[in-house]
Structures are given as C-alpha cells and as structure tokens.
C-alpha cells in the first residue's frame, strides 16, 4: 500500500524558499550514467561514483547514499546531475558535481526501505550529458 503526499502535508513540514528564475537558470541539470560506484575509506556514508555525463571525461561525484545503496546494484543507473557544481573536497575525494535524488521523510516511523533516496530517472531512453529543463 502506498501513501500519497498531499500538498498539505509538505507545506506543514517546510517553509518554501523562493529563488527567481535567474538563480534556477545557472543550474545545469544533466543526465548522467554510473559507470563505477564505490566506497570512500573512512566515510560511512560517502559513495564514490564515476558518472558519463556525455563530456568526453568522465567525472568523479559523491553522493551521501552508502547507507542505503550497494556500489554493485547503483552501476549503469541514469540519473540527473548537476553539472556546473563548484567542485567540492569530500574525506579526500573531489567531487565535481551533484547527484539528484527524491528524499522521503526521515521519520523515526519509516523503516530504511521507506527512508532512503530514490532514484529519479528518465523513462524514456536518453544519452547521457541529455540536458533537463
């Protein structure tokens, strides 16, 4: 049985931060593919992950989701990234950009399979580096 959010319930929980169209336009949203994913030494919620996002490197971001994901079941996944990121160090790692992913409600109620991120990914096939509008 699956709930559904009503806007109510969202709009109980958090207070909506409003930015203009400018600041949303500098963000380069892209989607990506995992090409490698493992774990970071000494972080236990750090996965390291290599992602083709359609440039002719690839690129190294961490994503805080090794409570919830193995690095086996999360290679070739799609999922939109933000690319123009300003690259950031993580315990050692630089990560160059951003993985977006749906966060449910971290209630003391839900247990880790109704907790932990979801995935958010294209239901049509596309290329990696296919840009999100």
Same mark, same amino acid.
């Given at each position: 049985?699956?709930?559904?959010?009503?806007?109510?319930?969202?709009?109980?929980?958090?207070?909506?931060?409003?930015?203009?169209?400018?600041?949303?336009?500098?963000?380069?949203?892209?989607?990506?593919?995992?090409?490698?994913?493992?774990?970071?030494?000494?972080?236990?919620?750090?996965?390291?992950?290599?992602?083709? #996002?359609?440039?002719?490197?690839?690129?190294?971001?961490?994503?805080?989701?090794?409570?919830?994901?193995?690095?086996?079941?999360?290679?070739?996944?799609?999922?939109?990234?933000?690319?123009?990121?300003?690259?950031?160090?993580?315990?050692?790692?630089?990560?160059?950009?951003?993985? #977006?992913?749906?966060?449910?409600?971290?209630?003391?109620?839900?247990?880790?399979?109704?907790?932990?991120?979801?995935?958010?990914?294209?239901?049509?096939?596309?290329?990696?580096?296919?840009?999100?509008?």
């Amino acid at each position: 049985m699956t709930e559904e959010i009503t806007k109510a319930d969202v709009s109980d929980k958090e207070e909506v931060k409003l930015i203009n169209y400018s600041d949303f336009e500098k963000l380069e949203i892209v989607i990506g593919k995992i090409i490698k994913a493992e774990s970071i030494e000494g972080a236990d919620k750090l996965l390291k992950l290599t992602v083709d #996002l359609g440039e002719e490197n690839q690129r190294t971001i961490c994503a805080g989701i090794a409570e919830y994901y193995q690095p086996e079941e999360i290679e070739g996944r799609l999922a939109p990234f933000i690319k123009n990121l300003e690259p950031r160090k993580l315990k050692g790692v630089e990560s160059q950009g951003m993985m #977006l992913m749906a966060s449910p409600d971290k209630s003391e109620e839900s247990s880790i399979e109704n907790s932990r991120p979801a995935f958010l990914q294209p239901s049509d096939k596309v290329q990696p580096g296919t840009k999100v509008r």
